[in-house]
């Protein structure tokens, strides 16, 4: 017929210009009669007749209004119609073959125009009570409609024709229509088997229909037989025809078309959640979504993940029900859906499985039911325990399932859940784990260490993150079975999610939590850092050192518990920062050093704890004891910068800027007069207060090594600070007004804080100078280590012991700083000095500061430890420097500062002090005799003329008799003078 019509239109179509011959004619027909060729003569007198008369339609020349009216739209539908009817008229009386249409493009234009009458004649005979011929003859025609409708993939009819059966198959109906429904309702059922991969939307009104049967006992013909019985007289057959008609819907859905299959489980959710709405809710239709879900297993995955973008969501809000049991139930449905699924594995770089159990996820985090939530946690310890070989994707859901019950404050929820990440943490030590990683696991115990409910399941899980970062060293590899390449990157993997577990759990865990994992976290430093690589360290620098960070005191709960994390715990973080670099310090001293010497200065120079300064003060010492040696001249540079800093907030400025009248003001009662002083330890035969610790008179003899002065002082400056709440409270005639205690508390850590800055000052200095030089200092000899009846000969001994001990000798590190480096520390000690030198000077101030309260007892401040400390320090530096080779450029600046300090040092001592002072100043000038003595003759000539005078008036304090053993370095330098010509 085809090749009829293109014969027709090549022949008789003016604008084609070459025509097809009888030939080519032929060669266009081969093999479509059955894959063989017609019969030529057939076909060339088809061709003859073509050629002779164009085939025309009759119609249209019967018809010439046709001619103008368009075929397209609503005219080309009204114009059809018209052509039906006259070629209807037309054939009246004739006889018609009718032949059967097999393409839905023949029937789709007349069913668009019929289906609406057909559906309203038909619906019309089944309205009210009817009969059941009517009834028999009546369905059969609505179910031909819904079958030549979704042949046709007409959706509006067929939704309009399934609406109105539906409408017809209503369960409750009364006795009248009750037969005329159970017909309906099986039709409707029908049309579910016959037509399930056509009906898209309408599978909601199967589904209610089915909903209704189960509600109404209909599938269980308690009352089908009744009502067809009575009408049919098979009962018990209407019944079991109903329920196979069910069970084939849901057992049939496995071969529903991928597009039909998410459209029927849309379907059952959305009656599911209707019945779930209604009170006592039912279950029916949720207890068929898992059926269908099983029936469905075998399809392809991304036919499965269609289903379960569906179904998802459903059991998402039906976990989350507030109805226990509608929970429960959704639950225990999901965990078999979940085993099911499972079993099945699941294949390389697909996600599905993270996806079914997701619900559980959201389910755990939204419903607050311990019970529902118990039951999530039994859930996935049994798949945990029963398909952890299987699960892949479904890890992440898992953990985060765990995660979510860490956070819980029911012990018992978190209890279940630790259970399961224990058991989820052996299994990668087994190395059993596939598709999950190490990081996952370790990001959830963190959450368990961080939990401050129970302090013993967080310390439990900071345990067990230490242990796997051991079992990352003893077997790498059984914890990235996963990973398909050979080379495993141990840190990204292993280390790095192990330390930032620990860093998490001390920015957000209790205080417990928080020193037990800093401990842990730099235990493992120790242990295996050299396994570390070098580029990895900077990573761990901004783990440790941001715990220093203003935020992480803000985090905790009460103010006692910051104030022993700023103070205890910070310290001792510091000390393990400072052993840390010291450990490897050959990879560390670029990466942590021009952080570190910053961290320090803000631990001293800021307004921190008092342990937490001290520990800083001691880390100096250690850092430069331990490896100043090592240090390159940045890091000299770094340290110099650090030193400035200290050295300037840690001194006791406050000493000279007192505020004396608002001291006067606290220190007057309310009537104006001063407030009676708790009594003078001394007065009642005690010992006075060691407040002297930091500013003590007596000289260091031998001195401390550095951080004596800090401990000794401990006693002390907490004494100060608590001590004035009491002796204030003893000195007055009653009890304090709340301001009048805030005075005095304020008053008290005035005090503290200003002796804190002596100790470290002192400590400081004491760092440069015993990391320089070796202490040689030594007691003088007793007079019974040599008894002898004649005093001249005692006298001889004791000036042969003192002037044979040995000058103290530079430390190897000496020459390792350079001379510029070495004048800036030099410059350090020397303003220390002079700051102590005329604070000590100024006895007005002194007295005014002990009246005022400054010092517990009012006594007098002083800071002379500071000055023999800063003097004696800045004089061994200068001697060493000037017999180094090293620092021969630099010898006339050296020679320069020494002649003023050695000058300024006996001026001093002979003009400035008074008798006890003259006691504490004379070890310094006892050193700088003793090394300008052992100076070579060129050098010593060179002091000796600058200091002759001064050393000559030394003599004339002779009648004080505190010269000491200074009279035998006065004689030896006389007797030597003696060769020279000055």
Sequence with gaps: AYS?????????????????????????????????????????????????????LNTIHKSKELKSHSVVGQDGMKTIAETAAIEMDRRKGEHAVFLPATDPELVRPIFKLLWKPLLTALAGALAGPAEPAVVH?????????????????????????????????????????????????????????????????????????????????????????????ARRGDGPDASLGLVLLVDQIFSRTRSLNREEIVHFVRALCSVSDDEISVNPPRMYSLSKLVYVAHYNLGRIRIELVKMWEAMGPFFNKVGCSNDQSVAFFAIDSLRQLSTKFLDRGEMENYQFQNKFLRPFEIVMDIN??????????????????????????????????????????????????????????????????????????????KEFACNGHFSDIAAEAIRRIRDAATSLVESPKMFFAFIEDHHVDVWTHGWLPTLFALSHIVEHGKLDSRALAIGNMFELMRL????????????????????????????????????????????????????IVHLYFGKLQSIFLPRLFPLISSCVCSNRPEQLSRTAAECVRLLLTNDGQQFTEASWAQFVTLMRQLFKATLPEELVTFNFKESS????????????EREHPRESGGSPPRTGAALSASPPAPMPAPGTAAKEASAAAAGGAGGAGAGAAAGTAGPLSAE??????????????????????????????????????????SSDAHPDPSQERQRSLTRAVILARPLDPPTPMFACINTEH?????????????????????????????????????????????????????????????????HAQARKTVEELLLSACASLLHQFVT??????????????????????????????????????????????????????????????????????L
């Design 822 to 886: 070495l004048l800036a520390l030099l410059e350090l000690l020397d303003a220390s000095h002079n700051f102590a030198m005329k604070f000590n000077a100024n006895t007005e101030l002194r007295v005014r500061l002990g009246r005022a309260g400054v010092m517990r007892g009012k006594t007098k401040p002083t800071l002379q430890r500071q000055e023999m400390a800063s003097i004696t320090a800045y004089l061994r530096i200068l001697f060493r420097m000037l017999g180094d080779a090293r």
């Design 528 to 579: 295996y850092g050299a396994q570390f690589p070098d580029a990895r360290w900077d990573d761990l620098r901004g783990f440790t050192f941001k715990f220093f960070e203003e935020s992480f005191a803000a985090g905790l709960g009460s103010e006692s518990e910051r104030v022993e994390w700023q103070g205890a715990v910070l310290s001792h973080t510091l000390r393990s920062l400072v052993e």
């Design 137 to 229: 003859l009546a369905l059969p025609g609505l179910l031909s409609l819904i079958h030549i409708s979704c042949a046709c993939n007409l959706a509006v009819a067929r939704n309009s024709i399934v609406k109105a059966l539906g409408a017809l198959a209503e369960v409750g109906a009364t006795l009248e229509t009750k037969g005329r429904a159970i017909e309906a309702v099986r039709a409707l059922l029908q049309c579910a088997t016959r037509n399930g991969n056509d009906l898209g939307e309408n599978w909601r009104e199967i589904m209610v229909c089915v909903s209704e049967l189960e509600h109404a006992q209909l599938i269980d013909g308690a009352a089908v037989g009744g009502a067809a019985k």
């Design 740 to 781: 009048e205690e805030r005075d005095r508390r304020e008053q008290a850590e005035s005090r503290a804080r200003i002796i804190l800055k002596c100790v470290l000052h002192v400590d400081l200095i004491q760092t440069i100078d015993f990391a320089l030089l070796v202490s040689n200092k030594q007691d003088p000899p």
């Design 665 to 676: 003001d606290k220190d007057k009662r309310a009537d104006g007069k001063p407030r009676r």
């Design 368 to 445: 607050e039911s311990i019970v529902i939530r118990q039951m999530i946690l039994d859930c996935v310890a049994q798949l945990v325990k029963a398909k952890a070989a299987n699960i892949r994707s479904g890890w992440k859901s898992i953990l985060q399932v765990l995660t979510l019950a860490s956070i819980d404050s029911t012990r018992a929820i978190v209890e279940s859940a630790y259970q399961t990440i224990c058991a989820i943490f052996e299994l990668f030590k087994s190395g059993s784990i596939r598709g999950a990683t190490y990081t996952e696991a370790a990001t959830c115990m």
């Design 4 to 56: 009829i019509i293109m014969l027709t239109t090549d022949l008789h179509n003016a604008q084609v210009k070459r025509k097809i011959t009888k030939d080519g004619f032929i060669n266009m027909t081969r093999g479509v009669n059955d894959n063989k060729d017609l019969p030529r003569q057939f076909l060339e007198d088809i061709y003859d007749a073509v050629a002779k008369e164009e085939i025309k």
């Design 912 to 981: 400035d002090m008074p008798r006890d002072g003259r006691e504490s100043l004379a070890p310094a000038v006892q050193l700088a005799l003793r090394e300008i003595l052992a100076l070579a003759d060129t050098d010593f000539c060179v002091f000796a003329a600058a200091l002759y005078v001064a050393v000559s008036d030394v003599m004339l304090l002779g009648h004080d008799a505190v010269l000491g053993d200074l009279v035998f370095f006065l004689a030896e330098f006389f007797q030597r003078t003696r060769r020279f010509q």
